[in-house]
């Protein structure tokens, strides 16, 4: 029988997988797909590197077209990372029809709807279930196991570092830079870890989920974002006390056709699944109105859980292959992406205010969120241990963002606060 043949680009830590599972588990696939499948060549920056598996040194290559203009090779699977050359290289390879398999979130984040597009008109299949979440399998979940429902709401833990950090915080009491450190020491953050911390690797995972979860072109660029940087032990001693922790949310939800998708650390109640998604794990809670309440755990990244993600798009590349129907179905996004404004976002606010510690201060606070239409649910005061001050802890009722930002611009003039210390979104 004739082998399928594969193009990998990259041998990293997800490459590597790809090749362990590949060559493995290769009964198992060929019975799934319906062909041997070969990994033909292997893109890598170094050939000479030292490698944790064996590879015979015919395989490697540090030119990236010894392999797209391979007339070989079947698909490619692109696991180097890197946006620029790498989208010129995918579209090289739909271009002479050869199909896609990427664990890419930023690619697809920022140019996923040209990719498609391009993909569509040359009758190829694109798959990157690995993007988002890595093992586990919840892009094919909102394409396929979710087809019949209208999704209202998508609550993802999506950044496995983040989580680690705030999950070690909250147990251990550690504060933010101490857990960053141990956290790059044991590889799970970059040396530069700015896109896991402040929200970004989370919003680009958001934006490819808001768009299959409610069929528009969410852009990456639609999605408010803010990290975990000024999150500290305060704030989550706080939050326990109350009975929540904070954790690294992406949050997409659409009421009558409007959508907002937003990466922000929220207090989640302990009651909710969660609040109890603890290290590197990730999960995605996901409501749809027929459903209802739906969540989706597992390891979001790493080598063999994020190399499950990519031989199974593989195995049904091949599988579409020999069924004939590679390219004929594509997502198409069918809705009219309109976003919320300010006054339709709504949530539950928790807000930790320093202020004088003086008879009518408390009802001057409560005036302003009177006078903003914005209700309590609960309002606690204590003395600060370590000046005069006192510290007001307010847990909102649902308000519109525009609402909140009105009362913090008037605390931010009013001489009792001294200082807004956090404000968080408060869910569960
Ligand atoms: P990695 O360990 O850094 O591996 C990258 C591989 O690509 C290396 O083999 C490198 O070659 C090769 N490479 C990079 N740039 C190249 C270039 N310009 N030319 C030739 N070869 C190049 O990365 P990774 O962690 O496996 O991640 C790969 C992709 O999967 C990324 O898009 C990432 O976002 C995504 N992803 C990763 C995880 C995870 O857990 N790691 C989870 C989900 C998604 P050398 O080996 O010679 O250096
Ligand atoms: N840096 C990412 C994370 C890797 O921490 O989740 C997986 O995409």
Not at 310 to 317: T, W
Request: proline residues 3%; aromatic residues 6%; contains cysteine.
């Amino acid at each position: 029988m004739k082998p399928y043949k594969v193009g990998l680009l990259g041998l990293g830590t997800v490459g590597t997988g790809v090749v362990r599972i590949v060559e493995g588990h290769q009964h198992h696939l060929m019975s799934q797909s319906g062909s041997p499948i070969e990994i033909s060549k292997i893109l890598v920056k170094d050939k000479s590197k030292a490698r944790s598996i064996s590879i015979s040194e015919e395989k490697l290559t540090e030119n990236p077209w010894d392999i797209i203009e391979n007339p070989d090779i079947d698909v490619i699977i692109e696991v180097m990372g890197g946006i620029d050359q790498t989208k010129e290289l995918i579209l090289a390879a739909l271009e002479r029809g050869k199909h896609i398999v990427t664990a890419n979130k930023d690619l697809m984040a920022l140019h996923g709807p040209e990719i498609l597009l391009k993909a569509a008109e040359h009758g190829c299949d694109v798959m990157y279930e690995a993007s988002v979440a890595g093992g586990i399998p919840i892009i094919r979940t909102l394409i396929e196991g979710f087809s019949s429902d209208r999704i209202t709401k998508i609550m993802g833990i999506v950044n496995g570092t983040t989580n680690y950090i705030l999950s070690k915080m909250s147990q251990e009491g550690a504060a933010y830079d101490d857990v960053l450190k141990e956290a790059q020491q044991l590889g799970y953050a970059e040396s530069d870890p700015t896109s896991d911390v402040e929200g970004f690797d989370a919003a680009r995972k958001m934006t490819i989920l808001g768009t299959l979860g409610f069929h528009a072109n969410i852009a990456l660029s639609d999605v408010s974002v803010k990290g975990i940087s000024k999150v500290s032990k305060e704030d989550i001693a706080y939050g326990k006390k109350l009975g929540y922790e904070v954790k690294l949310l992406g949050i997409a939800e659409r009421q009558d056709e409007h959508i907002s998708i937003s990466v922000q650390p929220t207090m989640v109640k302990q009651s909710h699944p969660l609040a109890a998604v603890n290290g590197v794990f990730n999960a995605v809670y996901i409501y749809g109105e027929a459903v209802g309440e739906t969540m989706f755990y597992g390891p979001g990244a790493g080598e063999m859980p994020t190399a499950t993600s990519v031989v199974a798009d593989l195995v049904a590349v091949v599988r579409n292959s020999n069924l004939g129907i590679n390219g004929r179905r594509g997502f198409v996004p069918y809705q009219e992406k309109k976003l919320k404004t300010d006054e339709q976002i709504a949530s539950k606010n928790f807000i930790l205010l320093h202020v004088e510690d003086k008879a009518g201060v408390l009802a001057q606070i409560t005036q302003v969120f009177a006078e903003h239409e914005v209700s309590l649910e609960s309002v606690l005061q204590h003395p600060n241990q370590t000046n005069p001050l006192a510290e007001i802890i307010i847990i909102t009722h649902d308000a519109n963002k525009a609402s909140m930002n009105k009362v913090l611009k008037q605390f931010e003039s009013m001489g009792a606060v001294h200082a807004i210390k956090s404000v968080y979104r408060v869910e569960g």
